[in-house]
Structures are given as C-alpha cells and as structure tokens.
C-alpha cells in the first residue's frame, strides 16, 4: 500500500493528482503547517530525516523529493504510458522538464516569496530599510528571472499540447505547481496565455478534481 504523507498547501498535491491517475490504491496521512511559521510540523521527521513534504512509503521504500516519487510512482504504476522509456526519442525531453521545474522554474518563484514577506514581516521600525531592499532585489534580478523563465515556457506551450510528447506525461505533473502557483498568485497574468489556458486545462482533469476532494485545502487549485 502506497502512502503518502501530505502537506496541506505543498507539492504533495501534484503526487496526489498522479496517484489519482494512476488509479493505484493509496491512503493519505495528513500533516498542518505551523500557523506562525508556515513550516511542516516535526512529526514528518519520523518519516524522512529533512521533515519536508511531499514523502511516500511503498513497502518498506521511504521516497522523498517530488521528481523522484514522481517519476517512481509512473514508471512503477504507469504501465509504460507516463514515463518513456531512455531509448524513446521523448525521453530527454521528458527529463529535462522533470528538472526544469524545481532546478530553474521554482527558485525565483520561491525567492519573491521569501522577500515578499521580508517587505511585509519586518519589525515597523525596519519595515522601510527592509521593503526598499526587497523592492530592489524583485526589480534587478527577481522579476527578470520571473520574466524570462515563463516567457520560455509560455513559448514551449505555445507549439505544445504536452511538456513531453502528444500525451500527458508525468512531466506535466511535475510542472504543474510552479505553474499553478504563478497563477493563483497573480505572479503572471495576460503575458502568459498559453500558461495560463495549460493550468486550466489540466486542472480540469477528473483525476486532478479527484485529488484535490482527496487533499483539502488547496490554495493553488482552480477559483
């Protein structure tokens, strides 16, 4: 039996959305964030020593990081169809997304997050300093980075269906939440068309309509 130990609001959501395509059968432990700090409480560190979610267990196999029990849950439960194999033409493409998301796609997202609340959660009397410092690190390298990393991905979708072939892969999973995340956060907007109509489209899917029944509260997910 698959579990999987869920993060409310994390990246544990597009593990779930898989599982749920997949049809495999699995069942979640559900863990809260830290209200004051937003952080996973110390209890997932009785799971995998770095306490961070998304973690499956499989048997005795203990997964952590979203590529790799990403990759592991359909090249073990996909049948051939969500993961091609390294002597298909798509395999590099497939890889390359599969890292392109949390390697290239996700540092800057994550960055504005960080400064957004170093503006917002400075003590008063240094809101000012600390707001000023974070206004020039979004415009001189956050905003750019931001700029540049979706241009190139509205581009790709712009000639693709898929990130990884004429069908969905697990590519599409992995990418999904940086994407979503931009989205519901209004991080990108009317630049990005073809971002923007992938996520809906995606989040159409029974199976991610599945998943967020089965996960809760989801900030990311479809308005």
């Not at 809101?127 to 931001?146: D, K, L, N, S, T």
């Not at 309509?209 to 308005?223: I, M, Q, S, T």
Request: proline share 8%; glycine share 8%; aromatic share 10%.
């Amino acid at each position: 039996m698959i579990t999987l130990h869920h993060l409310e609001n994390s990246r544990s959501q597009r593990v779930l959305w898989l599982l749920e395509e997949l049809g495999v059968e699995y069942e979640i432990h559900r863990y809260e964030r830290d209200p004051e700090t937003s952080l996973a409480p110390p209890s997932l560190r009785k799971i995998h020593p770095l306490g961070k979610s998304p973690i499956i267990t499989d048997g005795d196999r203990v997964l952590a990081e979203s590529a790799t029990i990403v990759e592991y849950l359909a090249r073990t439960y996909g049948d051939g169809d969500w993961a091609p194999d390294p002597s298909d033409p798509a395999y590099w493409d497939f890889s390359y997304w599969m890292h392109y998301a949390e390697g290239s796609l996700m540092p800057p997202l994550l960055l504005k997050l960080v400064f957004d609340k170093v503006r917002t959660g400075a003590p008063l009397l240094a809101r000012p300093i600390a707001a000023g410092i974070a206004g020039q690190v979004e415009r001189h390298f956050i905003g750019p980075q931001i700029r540049t990393q979706f241009a190139f991905v509205d581009g790709h979708l712009a000639e693709h269906e898929w990130f990884a072939g004429d069908s969905i892969t697990a590519a599409d999973v992995q990418m999904s939440f940086p994407l979503e995340a931009a989205v519901a956060r209004g991080t990108i907007g009317d630049e990005c068309p073809n971002v923007i109509e992938y996520v809906h489209r995606f989040q159409a899917r029974p199976a991610y309509r599945r998943a967020l029944e089965a996960g809760g509260d989801y900030d990311y997910g479809p308005a």
